[in-house]
């Protein structure tokens, strides 16, 4: 298995402002990922952070809004800028090896 | 796109008893399945997975059973425990690695006394 870390672990932030969650995992991994919950909802994928190059966003997610890094095999940030209420949701990160997926403990975010 | 579901967003059974919580996915070309376990303020917990080449995998107390035939997944754990409760999800994806995971809408398993 990996361990992933996430950070924050929660934050409350002000509409319109823009947030950065660092997640760092303790071994090189093939594939890392990012994802949604929304409260009491299941998991939806944001985005493939891929090493060296743009990350490839699912439908309904763009580049502007959630821009990714991935300098390295285990490191990958996620921002979700311009705040809005509606952003208010549990992002979590992933990583993979081969075809198991692990997860972090997740970044709650409160937009108010 | 095609998604995977469950059928009861909430399940109560006695300790001690034993559970069975079940999924339905529409992509038929998924050939890997995952069932996690969340518990609350934390990140999903792997618990078994299984792949399309085989119908039945046991692990420590938890059996995932696979129906390709009618595409349902189904994950039984035996004398639960309170440890045991918590939403737990499937998960499926097509291919071996390269792609992200697509959830189902997740099972609140309670563990009565």
């Known amino acids: 298995s990996a361990v992933i870390s996430q950070k924050p672990s929660r934050d409350i932030c002000q509409r319109g402002t823009s947030l950065t969650i660092q997640c760092q995992v303790d071994?090189?991994?093939?594939?890392m990922f990012w994802y949604r919950q929304q409260p009491g909802q299941s998991l939806t994928l944001i985005a493939t952070?891929?090493?060296?190059?743009?990350?490839?966003?699912e439908s309904g997610f763009v580049i502007d809004k959630f821009p990714i890094s991935r300098p390295n095999l285990t490191f990958s940030t996620l921002t979700v800028s311009n705040m809005s209420p509606e952003d208010s949701s549990i992002y979590l990160c992933?990583?993979?090896?081969?075809?198991?997926?692990?997860f972090g403990q997740g970044t709650r975010l409160t937009v108010v | 796109g095609e998604s995977v579901g469950l059928h009861l967003p909430t399940l109560s059974v006695q300790e001690g008893d034993n559970s069975i919580i079940n999924c339905a996915y529409s992509?038929?070309?998924?050939?890997?399945f995952i069932w996690y376990k969340q518990e609350s303020g934390k990140g999903p917990q792997f618990i078994i997975d299984?792949?399309?080449?085989?119908d039945k995998r046991q692990g420590q107390r938890v059996t995932v059973l696979l129906n390709k035939t009618v595409k349902h997944l189904s994950l039984q754990i035996a004398a639960t425990q309170p440890g045991d409760s918590a939403v737990y999800f499937c998960?499926?994806?097509?291919?071996?690695?390269?792609?992200?995971?697509?959830f189902g809408k997740g099972t609140h398993l309670i563990i009565q006394p």
């Open positions: 299984i792949r399309s080449n085989m």
């Open positions: 998960a499926e994806k097509v291919g071996g690695g390269a792609d992200g995971l697509t």
């Open positions: 952070a891929n090493q060296g190059s743009e990350a490839t966003y």
């Open positions: 071994s090189q991994v093939t594939m």
């Open positions: 992509n038929s070309a998924s050939d890997y």
């Open positions: 992933s990583a993979a090896r081969g075809a198991e997926a692990f």
